[in-house]
């Protein structure tokens, strides 16, 4: 009889321990969109966007979205301020775009992904971008028309897909932020008056820290090449300056194969050599019709003008700090007694990046 | 402990019983059942006497002096000769013109060489004449003869051979079985034409005597099979056996599961190809269903049509029934999870009108389902019994006002009605009507599991489920075969149909004699 009762009790506790975890769908409010700001008094605010999604019966539905603020001097315990703000539980899931602000992010942004790393309840894969000014304004803008977030988030993964903004989301950044010797670049956002987003182009990560310097969409296009991460496709649009006549040509870049060396010489100089080989598909070729294209010229041309844009980027690169070729972890491995001895924040403005861009062209498609 | 104490006192009882009357005690409870239900004065093997009047007698004793037994005298070879017949069994017109008829004229010789009936019996025993009688015979008894004569005039009233209602196919042939065991003999012998298809019947019941036949393919059955099948059918010691239902029950393994063990099939074309791969059909007197053993799951989603039609859409309706399978157990259940667990899984769009419609709705996601599952059922339940005109007013008042109308209350969401719809959709494919609300009834302990656990407790379930399927053995056969155990030939003709020359061997799963059973087929593209 005894052992009857003990089967029966272990398995009600079964039967509820599950219904802990029920997290009803009804009683949630979604977050859609979370930025980060300094305030003027050095706290950091929070604002946080979420749905208000209402029935309008016959299977309409109508979204409002309410800001809702909350300010600590530390990201600790914003998540419970904004929770007692908000009827029902929230639900991070949905909460796509994580925006920081530039003066924050200057500050360091480790702390601020921390909750959404270790958390159960976030969406791990959120995109996460730095904003010029105030997060705040982006993620505030037209309030009425829902959901900004998304609009946001689909400009980030349209942009990523042309190759203009690196493929990361909080994963990634939180273990590249947390590997030595490689520095990440992040999406940078700017608004685009009166109630636009727009990417602005990448901001240059030195750590956890935004460094300040950034680079433009075209530049960051270029970067990303460089670096290797040629998505599905990437598209440029160049002025090819030759004896005052100006041209320009737009093409897609198809296939490229990266070489990355890297060799200390004997006074123990850094250089490291990157070199691109792109196989482009002319696109757009303003030009004199009745003559021929000239491919060998073109792609000659190109190969020079893209070469000395990769220098002027990696000037600023050295300038920010950021190693995002991943230098230093590359000597780390090869020359592990160098690296030990290394300050790397110093001595990497001291590496000597020699970029070499290549450009052939497989494809004139329509230009001919 | 009341259950013990009853059991030893009653074995005290048949103990002491026993040494009184001297019988061992099975045999005493075996006799006992067998006087209750026939209960007539006359003893089971008191025989005929040459005193005609004492036979008459006694023959209308075994029968409780039944009203409808009529009696007419003749005069035969000058002596005088009673027939006796059940007026509701035999027809009146054959007996006229083969029995009564033949003998008036003729009034000399012997009575089995002038009669024209097909069948002519002689016995000697009162309860085989009164058995002949209920069989729809009229029996001859001759003045100072021990024997009997049992002349076949029985009448036979059966509705013609019609397409089933619940079986029905757009390419196959259209008869179907019928409630007459004669016919649907008739049916099968015309489909398969062959020494080796072997019949052989019981009759099960001590009141209803039913007739049970058992007709298989002699030589290429496993013999193993037929003993059991045999043994199992033997062993039946009831009063009434009314119809097929009865004898599922009877004989399968395992009557606590929720899977039939047995397919039951009105259509003759289904029944003979399963003839041909070495399973035992079962035929009851009275039912138009008939049984096939051993079966596996997978028979439950075949259709005759998938042979008829190309291998490729064949194969595609077999999956997609499959598919229905897995859609009727997991769908609701899926909901519910994911409404109250997993909300992260759901995309952007659908996230938002699932919310909006559950806004109101006071209910836990667990109740709504059940509610809407068990109206499903009452509405299916309604519409089955009510003549067609009336079931459609159902179909409406179900479909449109409750359906709509429970939404526009916010009783239940909308989408919860999606799900319930296309769930039942899913569990009325099944091609065998059984299968689809077993899968529709299981879907009941899925839903319980997800409303507590999510998609854990749906694998769980599911687990238990598929673990159950493995186990399950029809008639010593496996009955997930041929997933568990595995066999790869059997494939091609149970999950998907391939053409009919790739079929080159029977399935396994009913150990047939023979595994071969097609040797040329596509041979002219060899020469």
Sequence with gaps: ?368 | MLLNKEGKLRKELIQLVSQVEGYNHMSFFKKKSIRSISNSPINESQLLTNDINKNIHSIRDYHCRTEDLMVRELIFNKNICTIFYLDSMVNKDSLHSSVIGPIVETKYGEIQHIVKTTQVKFTSRISDVGSDLLDGFCIILRENNATAISLSVVENTSRSIEEPDNERSIISSHDGFIEDIGTNIFLLRKRVKTPQLKVKYFSVGKLTNTKVSMVFIENLTDKKLIKEVERRIGSIEVDQLLSFGDIEDYIEDNPNSIFPQMLTTERPDRATSYLTEGKILLIVDGSPRIMIVPITFFAFYQSPDDYNSRWIIGTFFRLIRFLSFIVAITFPAIYIAVVSYHSEVLPIGILYSIRVSLENVPFPPLIEAFAMQITLELLKEASIRLPTPIAQTTGIVGGLVIGTAVVEASFVSNIMIVVIGLTAIASFVAPVNEMGTSARLLGFPVMIAASLFGFFGIVLVLMGIFMHLCKLQTFGTPYFAPLAPFKMEDIKDSIVRLSFWKLNSRPTDSKPIYKKQQWRTRGWKNN
């Excluded at chain 1, 949905?94 to 969406?123: C, M, T, W």
């Design chain 1, 1 to 368: 009889m005894k052992k009857k009762q003990l089967l029966i009790l272990i398995i009600l506790n079964l039967f509820l321990a599950g219904c802990w975890d029920q997290h009803l769908l009804v009683n949630k409010t979604f977050v859609n969109g979370i930025s980060f700001d300094l305030t003027e008094e050095g706290k950091i605010q929070a604002t946080v966007r979420s749905l208000n999604i209402k029935g309008k019966g016959g299977g309409q539905i109508e979204i409002e979205d309410e800001l809702i603020y909350a300010e600590r001097p530390s990201p600790v315990g914003l998540s419970i301020d904004i929770d007692n703000m908000v009827a029902g539980e929230v639900d991070l899931h949905q909460a796509h775009i994580v925006l920081i602000g530039d003066e924050l992010a200057k500050k360091g942004i480790n702390q601020l992904l921390e909750p959404f790393y270790r958390g159960k309840e976030s969406n791990i894969t959120k995109k996460i971008a730095i904003s010029k000014g105030k997060a705040e304004t982006i993620i505030s803008t037209e309030i009425e028309k829902s959901p900004i977030a998304f609009f946001i988030l689909q400009t980030i993964e349209g942009a990523e897909k042309a190759t203009y903004l690196p493929d990361e989301n909080i994963l990634t950044v939180w273990t590249k932020i947390l590997t030595p010797g490689k520095d990440i670049i992040l999406p940078y956002l700017e608004k685009i008056e009166p109630d636009r987003i727009g990417i602005a182009g990448v901001a240059l990560m030195h750590g956890e820290k935004f460094s300040g310097e950034t680079l433009s969409k075209e530049q960051s296009s270029l970067l990303l090449l460089l670096l290797d991460q040629l998505n599905v496709t990437s598209r440029m649009a160049l002025v090819l300056d030759q004896e005052q006549e100006e041209r320009s040509i737009a093409f897609f870049t198809r296939k490229m194969k990266r070489d990355m060396e890297i060799t200390v010489d004997k006074s123990g100089k850094i250089i490291c050599s990157v070199d691109i080989k792109m196989q482009i598909e002319v696109n757009s070729y303003p030009q004199d019709f009745k003559e021929d294209l000239n491919i060998k010229e073109i792609e000659k041309e190109l190969s020079e003008e893209l070469t000395k844009q990769a220098n002027e980027i990696i000037t600023t690169l050295l300038q920010a700090n950021c190693d995002a070729f991943g230098i230093g972890m590359k000597i780390s491995t090869k020359h592990p007694d160098l690296w030990k001895k290394l300050n790397w924040d110093e001595e990497y403005k001291n590496v000597q990046i020699e970029p070499k861009v290549n450009v052939k062209i497989i494809k004139t498609g329509n230009v001919y």
